[in-house]
């Protein structure tokens, strides 16, 4: 059996180890944390002992790769995925929208979805429709020289589309403001979501934490065949001899093995890669764009929906979890900063805006989460620098979602990566 060394247990890290151990090659997996799960990682509220995410992660119908290694570890049933998609908004004083494609069949329940969004006229909606219907035929590749916002507005879209409808979708998606973020990668998305089928469109949620969704259930798919995995073990150097990966140091002990996948940041990549070959990596610097979530626990939880979106704020998303509800910011830079209690008192000031019986005084307890280098920033050169798993050095290969996955940083580019790093593995045997 082949010897693979996976460096990193986040969800790239994981897919990588997961595709190669069904394969039959002996994977080692190297995580320095205690846990798994890197920024999508969940962690003990010892105030009210139940695990929470780190962060909260929505993820859509059109995630083949999540869904396929989900399938994979036998975990199809932590997962909440809608049969429809039904989607809520808020707009300040509790003015409800409601974007729900639960009747007809695919894709007139879309049409008829559309038609009744009534955060939108009718000419605003005709030119959603035609601008859809014009993705089908357009080569996106002809867009990667447009911002989010410069295309939009090339396409006759309106600014109040462009806010109730595009904006949400952007941040949600690509963690970015439409001024910055690519107008290649959001259509190739949007062509995913609402141009393939009905299943495509659809919301999927964690039913539990995302430890019981991917973690647990991957490590244990990985033991189960032959696989190793060591946490609290970081690794020094990767050791490459004439441009070759021949293993890993630990604690100046050499391990040797056939393929090596490094599936951690770009940056913590460079210390354990002896600096004459970071050249052959070819990885620039990128930058990075935060994430806030604000996970709250209420006297009385006036929230109905599983979860919902509001509109014209800078507070994104609410999520819905019972017992407590998550509070999801997007391109979040400019909160890093602040204090977390101010961070506290100045959501609830926002949310007593869109939901007027909401109160400070109503929260027990709080915990805020700051992700400051949560994904890229996927600007219009991102595209064209982004790495492939395969490179220079041989039998080394990078996972993540940094990589050349054609994706944004979310769930889906993630385990996608680790899933084509292992595939080029595959290649060579």
Known sequence: MKKVAVIGGGLAGLSSAVYLAANNFTVHLYEASPKPGGRASSFLFKQTNEYIDCGQHLMLGCYDYTLDFVKKIGAMESLYIQDNLSLNFIEKNNIKYKFDASTLLYPFNLLLALAGYKAMNRSEKLGIIKLLIKLLFYPTDLLSDYSVREWLVKENQSERVQNVLWQIFAIGALNSDIEKCSAKIFADILKQIFLRNNKSTVVILPRENLNNTFHIPAKEFIIQNNGQIHFSTRINDIKIENDEAKGVIINDKRFEYDFVISAVPFDSLFRIVPPDYHSKLSIPSFRYSSILNVHLWLNENIFNEKFCGLLNSDVHWIFNHGSYVSITISDANRWMEIDNEKIVSDISFRLKEYFPQFSLNSIKYSKVIKEK?????????????????????KNLYLAGDWTNTGLPATIEGAIKSGKLAATEILRQV
């Open 373 to 393: 280098r949560a994904t890229l920033v996927r600007e219009k050169a991102i595209l064209k620098i982004r790495p492939s798993a395969k490179t220079k050095i």
